[in-house]
């Protein structure tokens, strides 16, 4: 387990102000039953994000937006969805059949081609600065107050850390899982019986108080967080100790990111307020297509199951669903049958919570090469990804007596996809 | 082995019409000596190529490119066609022993026939053979069936009359890269994403044997996901050996950081007899292999910089023993019945027809 501090001087002071539109708490359900009779638990819980992050920059072209036939198009051709009129690449035939769960925007232009100023703008929906990304902000808008999960947890396979929470506290940095491997030390020591483990925590809590008499709250907040965070995963270590059903990995597949997703499903089925689940694999400088083959056929099958578990426990309503990159990648297809970095006319998909289905919104040129129509950018999408949530974005986060507006006021929300 | 002199000069002087040859005394024009290959003449498309074939009888060059049609040069003439009627890239040809029929497979999983005759080919026959892409299509020795294989895991068996599905043989967990039928017409083989060869038994309809050619595959931990497959397949003519053609060592796939290779087993016992590798500072993949009709071998590839090389190695030989840099990546390499001309598909979107032997130097009158 990772673990992200986030913490700034401005972190401890955060005031927490009700001014969420539908932000609620709600009672907890815990089940690792996996089962649609979870349904009725978490109907009418607080909101969350599902997010599926294609780290290194999905093609645009062989994913949401495919122009086949044309110079650029690529070898792979485009397949009706469940959405008449929609087209989506014949890389995602499971996902093709559940297009009526999600939307798509075409039209996003980053005007960066780099990895990190990519990903920091479609996270934080700002350019630069220190702000909180979209899962932190969730985390501290959305968590129930007595959330029993972390707000916002990241399953990945591999590490890249990110200053997620900015200023608004450790509590909501992002909690980083390597997989579905049980964090370390996540039981307690041996030999240690719990009510001497509780006598512990209360004498740190106690060091704590007089710590903060002479110095403050924050120099101990941090600290705070990441045994309060521990503490929850302790009491929910069976997450990792429950082997998935087969039945299940039949479904998701047996890989990681198949094992990944199921443990997001565990995850968001017990409230947790935003999952990010990473599939690597999408930076293709060289051999695009066959990546593409391998990295989709990997992602369709086990997202669409993942949306269909969702539907089905009547989570999905209350479930923003991110499917995002960095960037897209270059129409040109350069020497090593590769493409390359773009965040010029690229697309995601989202679908769930406040979201419209079915919809495309914008549109690139013939060749895939510039926004046609509807050019949007990182800050118009992180304000329709909090107004679908209920979270009106032209507020601002209140710190200490200063205001910081919680979306880019130079941005909007992209209304016509918000249901 | 005939040698047809007139194609060659005709090849040799495409746009010099004025010039006549400066043949030295004494030296045999028609030596084949890798060494001296040199291009002589240069085939148009517009867009980047992605693979090439010449025809048994040496009249059609046909290329698949990064559009959806197949482009066809006549030889002698260097007068192109277009085949239109696939709906994706085409990535492999075959053709029948008279050349007149031209088979190809597209990466939307389609397989077509075409009568090279016609002066405006029409597909004559389209088979869907794979879900996914067909990536390779070979004609049986007796030619009379087509070997398929593609991204269902998949190598099928098709009746080239009717078109019906002979055979299927299931058992690659991974995409199957290419297929070729050994020459005694008895059996196939296959090579998959992860290196495995299977070989496949017509008569019993079952795998006989595998063959580990897993040094052709490499897993890239950064990105999750594996790199590998035969670029390329070939036996050589008395089918003692397999020759196939792909990457090893992988470094960083997903930036094209991997050692091209080209790998010989010998057919009777599968066991691995070279592996082949240019100089360490190209990095990228092997696209092609022949067997020479004199006995040595020629590879093609391609360098992640985009530039390109043909090799060459004799017979028992561990090391390629010349290097022929090349302006573009080589993405496609076949042998002229003349056994004297390569053609090379490059990714600066031209057939190059090189000529292996002294080159005939011209001069302006």
Not at chain 1, 53 to 77: A, C, H, I, M
Not at chain 2, 14 to 30: C, M, Q, T
Not at chain 2, 124 to 143: E, M, N, Y
Not at chain 2, 216 to 242: C, I
């Amino acid at each position: 387990m990772q673990r992200n501090q986030g913490c700034q001087q401005l972190d401890h002071r955060v005031a927490r102000r009700q001014f969420l539109a539908g932000a609620a708490g709600g009672a907890l359900a815990f089940s690792l039953s996996g089962s649609p009779a979870v349904a009725e638990q978490v109907n009418g819980q607080h909101k969350r994000i599902l997010q599926v992050y294609l780290q290194g920059g999905v093609s645009q072209l062989e994913s949401w937006d495919p122009k086949p036939g044309t110079e650029f198009g690529g070898p792979f051709r485009a397949i009706p969805t469940s959405v008449p009129g929609m087209h989506i690449s014949e890389l995602l035939p499971y996902t093709a059949q559940r297009m009526h769960h999600l939307s798509i925007v075409r039209s996003i232009n980053l005007k960066t081609n780099d990895h990190t100023q990519g990903r920091l703008f479609m996270e934080k929906g700002r350019r630069a600065g220190e702000y909180p990304y979209v899962g932190s902000v969730a985390s501290r808008y959305l968590a129930p107050a007595k959330a029993e999960l972390p707000g916002y947890i990241h399953i990945s396979t591999r590490g890249l850390n990110d200053s997620t929470a900015a200023f608004l506290g450790a509590r909501h940095a992002q909690l980083k899982f390597l997989g579905v491997n049980p964090p370390k030390n996540l039981s307690l020591p041996k030999g240690l019986p719990p009510t001497a483990a509780e006598r512990r925590m209360a004498l740190r809590q106690q060091f704590n108080s007089q710590f903060q008499a002479g110095h403050g709250k924050a120099m101990t907040e941090t600290f705070d967080a990441s045994f309060q965070q521990a503490e929850k995963l302790m009491s929910r270590k069976t997450f990792f100790e429950k082997p998935p059903a087969d039945k299940d990995l039949e479904r998701y597949g047996k890989h990681d990111f198949g094992r990944n997703c199921l443990l997001a499903r565990t995850l968001l089925e017990n409230n947790a307020t935003c999952v990010k689940v990473t599939h690597h694999g999408y930076d293709s400088h060289a051999e695009n297509f066959n990546f593409h083959l391998e990295q989709l056929g990997e992602f369709d099958k086990t997202f669409s199951m993942l949306l269909d578990d969702l539907h089905e426990r009547g989570m999905l309503e209350s479930t923003l669903v991110m499917i995002y990159s960095e960037f897209g990648r270059t129409p040109k297809i350069n020497v090593r049958y590769g493409r390359d970095h773009w965040g010029t006319a690229w697309s995601i998909a989202l679908g769930g919570c406040g979201i419209q289905p079915g919809a495309i919104i914008g549109k690139t040129n013939e060749k895939g090469t510039a926004v046609a129509e509807r050019e949007v950018d990182a800050g118009h999408l992180f304000h329709t990804y909090l107004q679908a949530l209920g979270i009106d974005s032209t507020r601002d986060h209140e710190i200490a007596g200063r205001s910081v507006p919680i979306g880019d006021p130079a941005a909007q929300p992209i209304k016509e996809l918000l249901a | 082995m005939s040698v047809n002199n007139s194609e060659a000069v005709a090849a040799s002087k495409p746009v010099l019409n004025d010039a006549v040859e400066a043949r030295k005394p004494g030296v045999d024009y028609d030596a084949i000596d890798p060494v001296k290959t040199h291009k002589v003449a240069e085939l148009k498309h517009t867009v980047p190529l992605t693979s090439c074939r010449v025809d048994p009888t040496g009249r059609f060059i046909v290329a698949g490119a990064e559009d959806l049609d197949i482009h066809v040069w006549d030889y002698e003439s260097k007068t192109k066609r277009t085949l239109k009627g696939h709906t994706s890239w085409v990535r492999s040809f075959d053709f029948s022993a008279d050349g007149n029929t031209l088979y190809s497979a597209c990466w939307g999983g389609d397989i077509k026939a075409w009568n090279l005759l016609d002066t405006e080919p029409k597909s004559k026959l389209t088979i869907q053979a794979h879900q996914g892409s067909a990536r390779w299509v070979r004609l049986s020795p007796d030619q009379t069936k087509l070997a398929t294989c593609g991204n269902d895991l998949l190598v099928k068996l098709w009746d080239l009359e009717n078109g019906k599905l002979l055979q299927s043989f299931a058992g690659h967990e991974r995409h199957v890269y290419a297929v070729e039928f050994h020459p005694d017409g008895k059996h196939l083989v296959s090579q998959d994403l992860m290196g495995v060869i299977h070989v496949w038994d017509l008569h019993s309809g079952k795998k006989s044997r595998s063959i580990d050619a897993s040094v052709m595959t490499g897993y890239d931990k950064k990105f999750a996901a594996d790199m590998g497959g035969a670029r390329d397949l070939q036996f050589s003519p008395d089918g003692s050996e397999l020759a196939t053609a792909g990457i090893t060592n992988v470094v960083n796939s997903f930036a094209g950081v991997q050692d091209p290779i080209i790998m010989l087993f010998d057919w009777k016992t599968g066991q691995e007899k070279a592996k082949l590798k240019p100089d360490k500072t190209f990095q990228g993949i092997a696209w092609g292999v022949r067997y020479h009709p004199d006995g040595f071998l020629i590879g093609a590839g391609a360098d992640r910089s985009g530039k390109g090389e043909l090799w060459f190695r004799k017979p028992d030989e561990s090391e390629f023993y010349h290097t022929m840099k090349l302006p573009a990546a080589a993405r496609g390499l076949d042998l002229l019945n003349d056994a004297r001309h390569l053609i090379v598909a490059h990714s600066h979107g031209a057939v190059h027809i090189y000529r292996m032997t002294e080159e005939e130097k011209q001069k302006q009158v």
